[in-house]
């Protein structure tokens, strides 16, 4: 989004002056600091709304998550008992068997919707210098933020059997990004998805397909297994 123009900037054009680049640079400054500060605010508030939620509303939200976290755990005692579950095996091609595959299939459709962590409004600078995105869409990101359009979240990825350079593209709207998969989970920041859910695609496969858990809360769960060109919808639901 472009950053329009003071009305003394149009003044000085209409007069044949110019500004000298360091006022023009500083007026840009000020304007980006002051969409930030208004994203701050407006994260703020919505923190504030959000706390005063009804506890039963939080109540089942934990219980959702304890069930799928239950079933994870048959499906994996179960996958275990089938030839055992191999995570964060040696560097190498992944090997997944077809119990496992099934298992992850199992508990990817038992899954309540995973929660999506809303960053707090301290962090959003942060954020958005993690996010290392290109001038305009960060501007227009930060005009999002403080005009209450989105809210900024994020969610982890781990690859949970060889570290292999497994790779995916993770989508929430217009926005997109790429996340090869480690060991040590690895926190994407991204604007809250307007359809509620999180798109992911397998773009390189570093060999025996590409194997990938979120975070949700403290239960990871286990994306199916995907090969490459393979897409997941993530239903989500945004928590502080």
């Given at each position: 989004?472009?950053?329009?123009?003071?009305?003394?900037?149009?003044?000085?054009?209409?007069?044949?002056?110019?500004?000298?680049?360091?006022?023009?640079?500083?007026?840009?400054?000020?304007?980006?600091?002051?969409?930030?500060?208004?994203?701050v605010?407006?994260?703020?508030?919505?923190?504030?709304?959000?706390?005063?939620?009804?506890?039963?509303?939080q109540?089942?939200?934990?219980?959702?998550?304890?069930?799928?976290?239950?079933?994870?755990?048959?499906?994996?005692a179960?996958?275990?008992?089938?030839?055992?579950?191999?995570?964060?095996?040696?560097?190498?091609?992944?090997?997944?068997?077809?119990?496992?595959?099934?298992?992850?299939?199992a508990?990817?459709?038992?899954?309540?919707?995973?929660?999506?962590?809303?960053?707090?409004p301290?962090?959003?600078?942060?954020?958005?210098?993690?996010?290392?995105l290109?001038?305009?869409?960060?501007?227009?990101?930060?005009?999002?933020?403080?005009?209450g359009?989105?809210?900024?979240?994020?969610?982890?990825?781990?690859?949970?059997?060889?570290?292999?350079?497994?790779?995916?593209r993770?989508?929430?709207?217009?926005?997109?990004t790429?996340?090869?998969?480690?060991?040590?989970?690895?926190?994407?920041?991204?604007?809250?998805?307007?359809?509620?859910?999180?798109?992911v695609?397998?773009?390189?496969?570093?060999?025996?397909?590409?194997?990938?858990?979120?975070?949700s809360?403290?239960?990871?769960?286990?994306?199916p297994?995907?090969?490459?060109?393979?897409a997941?919808?993530?239903?989500?639901?945004?928590?502080?």
């Amino acid at each position: 989004m472009a950053v329009s123009d003071s009305t003394d900037d149009m003044r000085a054009a209409q007069s044949g002056q110019t500004q000298p680049a360091s006022q023009t640079s500083a007026a840009a400054e000020s304007q980006r600091q002051q969409r930030l500060r208004l994203a701050v605010a407006q994260e703020s508030r919505r923190d504030s709304e959000a706390a005063a939620l009804p506890s039963a509303h939080q109540a089942r939200f934990v219980a959702s998550r304890t069930s799928v976290a239950w079933v994870a755990a048959v499906c994996v005692a179960l996958a275990t008992a089938a030839g055992g579950l191999l995570l964060y095996g040696r560097s190498g091609a992944d090997h997944v068997s077809d119990s496992d595959k099934a298992a992850w299939a199992a508990a990817w459709a038992a899954a309540e919707p995973t929660r999506l962590h809303i960053v707090p409004p301290s962090e959003i600078p942060e954020a958005l210098a993690a996010m290392a995105l290109p001038a305009e869409q960060e501007r227009q990101l930060e005009d999002d933020l403080a005009g209450g359009v989105t809210r900024l979240v994020w969610l982890s990825f781990t690859d949970v059997v060889a570290q292999d350079g497994d790779r995916v593209r993770v989508e929430s709207g217009p926005y997109a990004t790429e996340v090869t998969a480690l060991h040590e989970s690895t926190r994407v920041y991204l604007p809250e998805p307007p359809t509620g859910v999180v798109n992911v695609t397998g773009i390189h496969d570093g060999g025996g397909g590409i194997t990938i858990a979120i975070t949700s809360g403290e239960v990871p769960v286990n994306l199916p297994f995907m090969n490459v060109g393979q897409a997941v919808g993530i239903p989500t639901v945004a928590m502080p």
